[in-house]
């Protein structure tokens, strides 16, 4: 690589890295609004996450008109498209705050989900194709150190903005049903209405950052391009249904990304059933996210130099596996940081660091030797999004049927899945074989 070409790479990497900050910085963001939300509005368990099914229901119903949105205008208008629409659904925030509406609210966040849905559609193939595919896995491991690095600060940035010392006691009271009436009302108003000016001031950010990103050095990419002559037995297909590896690893990110989303945005309400008021959990997210990033570490530092991508992915859903049971069946109080808690929560936040490895070794299995199907085929695995959708509201569902704990079973299947992704379905390069080597 000359200077120019590795001027260029650095400019795209610093790019990218800010793109997926504010992925995770707007993402992560729901930990702290699902069990906040749940106060102010009055919700159930399955109502409160709803959050988190029209934040990510957005990737499943906009991830194909994204990829048609970029073909036609290019990535880089197309990003802009995405950062404008999530300043839209950001500034929803403030009319439903001050209404007090929750569908309102969650309009607001399927319109964030839709300028998500459509930066990842562009983002994800830049990361894939602006290097070599041997170390992609390490690429994709550093622009989500980015989105986990966000991750950790964005719940205590915004808890810190909207949480105040004193409302350890107004939550209880509130719990209590001693505050009733006129002046319960008067009460949530104040306290939802708490929203308005952050998600105010980052609407207005997100709008200067996508006028930024379409005048920016960022190169357009041509998928077909880059990945046409990049395997000639893929060359006669007619139809991306005949790529199975691609199959699979559309349900693999479903399901590793809906365990991700419980492990993060239900630690707190877990921690609540242990007695532990929301002004002290909102620490936890941080807390997974935190061990995620120590996973992105380990992945940058080791893939692919020690560890070999599919390697790290068959450990780190092995790994995944483990803990879900851990959660399920060990039990024992500890106080660790402070906190004297149950230990599975621990096992909960733990989960952070197999994740991280996950998604970086599904995608470019996944994506690879697409051809003129690249475009198509990254739209499909960012539709597979939609998992945050669905599995925190069973999740919640389970909750109010069975109890917090027990409701963990939910990431049993999702890991056993994914074990069978990491270890054999990758290889099925045709529905009738499974190729022996790798």
């Known amino acids: 690589m000359g200077k120019p070409e590795k001027k260029r790479y650095i400019v795209s990497m610093m790019i990218l890295c ?8 707007v993402s992560w963001v729901n930990a702290i609004l699902i069990p906040y939300f749940k106060i102010a509005c009055e919700l159930t368990h399955t109502q409160a996450y709803l959050v988190a099914f029209a934040f990510y229901i957005a990737y499943f119903l906009m991830a194909i008109p994204a990829s048609r949105l970029l073909n036609k205008f290019g990535f880089k208008k197309g990003m802009l498209i995405g950062l404008c629409m999530m300043s839209l659904g950001t500034l929803i925030f403030v009319p439903a705050a001050y209404t007090r509406i929750y569908g309102i609210f969650l309009f607001g966040l399927f319109c964030i989900g839709t300028g998500l849905a459509i930066l990842q559609t562009a983002a994800n193939p830049y990361v894939t194709m602006i290097g070599p595919i041997e170390s992609a896995a390490k690429r994709i491991s550093i622009v989500g150190l980015c989105n986990k690095f966000a991750g950790i600060i964005s719940p205590l940035i915004f808890a810190a903005v909207i949480l105040q010392a004193s409302d350890g006691e107004m939550f209880r009271q509130l719990k209590a049903g001693l505050i009733m009436g006129a002046e319960k009302e008067i009460v949530l108003d104040a306290l939802v209405r708490r929203v308005m000016l952050p998600y105010a001031f980052l609407s207005v950010l997100l709008l200067i950052f996508g006028i930024l990103i379409r005048y920016s050095p960022l190169p357009e990419i ?8 990049t395997d000639a037995s893929h060359n006669d297909r007619s139809s991306i249904f005949q790529y199975p590896y691609l199959i699979l690893g559309i349900f693999a990110i479903f399901f590793h990304v809906g365990a991700q989303v419980i492990s993060i945005d239900t630690i707190i309400s877990y921690a609540g059933t242990m007695g532990i008021e929301l002004t002290a959990a909102k620490v936890f997210p941080s807390y997974t996210m935190s061990c995620t990033l120590i996973g992105y570490i380990i992945g940058i530092s080791l893939i692919p130099r020690v560890l070999k991508q599919k390697r790290a992915l068959q450990i780190a859903t092995t790994m995944g596996l483990i803990l879900s049971f851990c959660i399920i069946y060990v039990s024992g109080n500890v106080t660790i940081l402070s906190h004297n808690t149950d ?13 991280a490895l996950i998604y970086a070794g599904i995608w470019p299995l996944a994506i690879r030797n697409l051809g003129k199907y690249t475009n198509l085929g990254s739209s499909l695995l960012v539709m597979a999004l939609c998992g945050n959708a669905f599995l925190p509201v069973i999740y919640g569902s389970l909750v109010d049927s069975y109890g917090a704990r027990l409701s963990y079973w939910v990431l049993v299947p999702c890991f056993l899945y994914l074990i069978f992704y990491a270890f054999k379905g990758h290889k099925i390069e045709h529905w009738s074989k499974i190729v022996a080597n790798e």
Do not use: H
């Open 18 to 25: 800010s793109l997926f900050f504010i992925f995770g910085f």
């Open 222 to 229: 041509n998928a077909k391009e880059q990945n046409s002559s």
């Open 343 to 355: 230990i599975s929560i621990w096992f909960l936040v733990l989960m952070g660091m197999p994740n």
